[in-house]
């Protein structure tokens, strides 16, 4: 069965509160029975035995048990909880008897100890029975008599009524302290379920497409500001994917329509004759197609990165020999552009990698380099071996990228304005598939750049 949040919070607050709220004092109550039994039993057989010693002081002080001093005693004999005592001979006859004064309710006697040995029926209905208990008395050493006391149960007693109130009052403050819980745990679990509600309506939007839908939306629990702060940059980074995809489109249209209309005007002119179809003239419409192809190839790309950060191929490759490989297949390209190619690559550079997918990565560096540095130019790759990793450098001195491009031009599809401007521009992706297939490798990739002077395109791979 599906609870809300907030009533699966609520039932477990409650559940845990009733818990504690019935162990805890169930507790505390026995053990304050079990000592104040403990004491009142203690302090009950001190009373009887001090009650012994007032009886054996006044046989020592007659020789024999005197009627009229025992009979003004009572008080002295008899404490609370004791309600009755009867004083035997040694032959068991009895000899006198203390009572204390009854009130309504307290305990009744009947046939007080008239017969030999036999012990009073002190039953109190609705009660518990009175205890009783029985002490020798001595003189000289000399047996002279036992004492037969009565006392009130336990719970009659001072310290079982205490505890009797003493448990009511905690049962009400139990139901008190209950109420209060359960209106302090609903406080709570919707203290903590509304933000995460509220986060969830947050995702549902994005969604739905409103990318910043609730971007204010603040909460005073950590984890939850972290939680919300992670859906508001998904929304972030969403809403720039999309408008970076929604460039993408109009940029594929655009570029398409363009070599399309060309074609379809130069094929319309053959055809009404208006233009002999000369050797030139059909090399400028197979050059518009060859430009329809590379455009498709671009887009062909795309799944490449994907690709890029997926299933390695890892090997040993001599690094210096993959990237110098490189720099030999775009010299022509270079030197077509007069555009100058240094190469600064350190010898016998080992490493564990995928050697397609690095040369892949330079690749892409290089072919950005020859595509954004003008005629008259310089492009410069090194590869640096250092104490921890390699570093691989493309360094241009081509049109550059402003500070504001320069965090994004690793996004897929991003392409600044000046190379959307240029004829010669990608779609965005060279750079996505060169940081896919670095990182993949563990290692990064960074650009430094400055407008109008160049770039340099670092790749940095781990040894290890
Ligand atoms: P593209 O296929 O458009 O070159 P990339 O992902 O390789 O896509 O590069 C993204 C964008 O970064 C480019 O459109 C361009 O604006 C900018 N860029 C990349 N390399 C350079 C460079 N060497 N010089 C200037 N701008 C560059």
Known sequence: MKRSLRTQMLFQYVVIVIICMLVIPAGISKLLDRQFRLY??????????????????????????????????????LRWPMVHAALYDPSGVLTVEFRRPMR??????????????????????????????????????????????????????????????????????????????????????????RPILNVSKMASLIGKGRYRAEEDLKSNITELQQLIDSINRLGLSLEEQEELRKRLMSDIAHELRNPLTIIKSHLEAFEDGVWEPTKERVKLTVDEIDRLSGMISEVEKLTSIENAGRGLVLGSINLSNEIERVAMTFEPLFSAKSVELKREIEEGVMLAADGDKIRRAVENLLSNALRYTDSGGMTTVSLEKQERDVCIKVKDTGIGISDSDLPYVFERFYRTDK??????????????????????????????????????????????
């Open 419 to 464: 190379s959307r401007t240029r004829s010669s521009g990608g779609l965005g992706i060279g750079l996505a598939i060169t940081k896919a297939a670095v990182e993949a490798h563990g290692g990064s990739v960074t650009a430094e750049s400055s407008e109008g002077k160049g770039s340099t395109f670092i790749i940095r791979l781990p040894l290890a």
């Open 104 to 193: 309504q309710g307290a305990p009744r006697g009947q046939g007080m100890m008239n017969d030999r040995n036999q012990s009073p029926a002190f039953v109190r209905p609705g009660r518990g029975e009175l205890v009783m208990s029985e002490l020798p008395v001595s003189s000289d050493g000399r047996l002279v008599g036992k004492v037969r006391f009565l006392c009130l149960p336990f719970n009659d007693s001072r310290e079982g009524l205490f505890l009797k109130k003493f448990n009511s009052h905690m049962k009400y403050a139990i139901g008190f302290m209950l109420i209060i819980a359960v209106i302090i745990s609903f406080v709570m679990a919707n203290a903590i379920s």
């Open 40 to 77: 009142s039993s203690d302090r009950l057989l001190e009373d009887q035995k001090e009650a012994v010693r007032v009886l054996e002081d006044i046989y020592s002080s007659y020789g024999y048990w005197n009627k009229t001093t025992l009979s003004e005693l009572r008080g002295d004999i």
